[in-house]
């Protein structure tokens, strides 16, 4: 896979961090860690690569507050490294429906990328690692990994919703229910932490 090593992506994640400090960071390390617990127990998933891509999805988030341009400039500054794999999962993490409306927050970005990420979306045909890193993103709040239910509700309150969020949902759903499946077992079952960071004790 064309990702970079696991000591470059936590350099990256460190000097993002002093560029743009924030809850991001810990977001970005626990999605890292629910990507690679469940890619331990799964049969055709590398939880190295997995934590890597789980930690780097958001990397966008170095250049400043953004709100959906985020995926595009993760996508770009991994792209001009020659890491495709992973600057794939900067954009495609934003989008289990193939649908650029549908994302949650604001499209602070040009008509022309805008029409960028709907052709790239269209072009895509999306991976194991696309629904991995999809998932995790939506279970990893900055305390911690949480039942996916908690965590959309956080969104909602504060992205709002939109005519696709119900849709939205059961895409997230569906990946869940997917990854229990291929690992044989619930996804909180292999998860460290869930009660403790859903219920907050
Ligand atoms: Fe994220």
């Not at 908690?150 to 569906?174: E, H, P, Q, S």
């Amino acid at each position: 896979m064309q990702i970079p090593t696991l000591e470059i992506a936590e350099a990256m994640l460190a000097e993002a961090e002093q560029l743009n400090p924030g809850p991001w960071v810990m977001h970005s390390r626990n999605a890292g860690l629910a990507a690679r617990t469940i890619a331990a127990h799964h049969p055709n998933l590398d939880p190295e690569a997995a934590y890597i891509l789980g930690t780097l999805h958001d990397i966008g988030r170095r250049v400043g507050r953004t709100d959906m341009r985020h995926a595009i400039d993760g996508y770009h500054f991994l792209h001009q490294q020659g890491y495709e794999d992973a600057a794939r999962i900067s954009l495609t993490h934003s989008f289990p429906l193939k649908n650029a409306p549908a994302a949650a927050g604001k499209w602070d970005c040009t008509e022309a990328e805008l029409r960028f990420v709907e052709d790239y979306l269209a072009a895509v045909e999306y991976n194991t690692y696309d629904g991995l890193i999809q998932l995790c993103d939506s279970i990893a709040l900055p305390g911690g990994i949480c039942l996916l239910e908690k965590r959309m509700v956080d969104v909602a309150l504060r992205y709002g919703t939109n005519a696709y969020t119900i849709d939205k949902w059961k895409a997230f759903f569906a990946l869940q229910e997917r990854f229990s499946r291929e690992i044989g077992q619930s996804i909180y079952a292999v998860l460290p932490g869930v009660v403790e960071t859903t219920f907050g004790f």
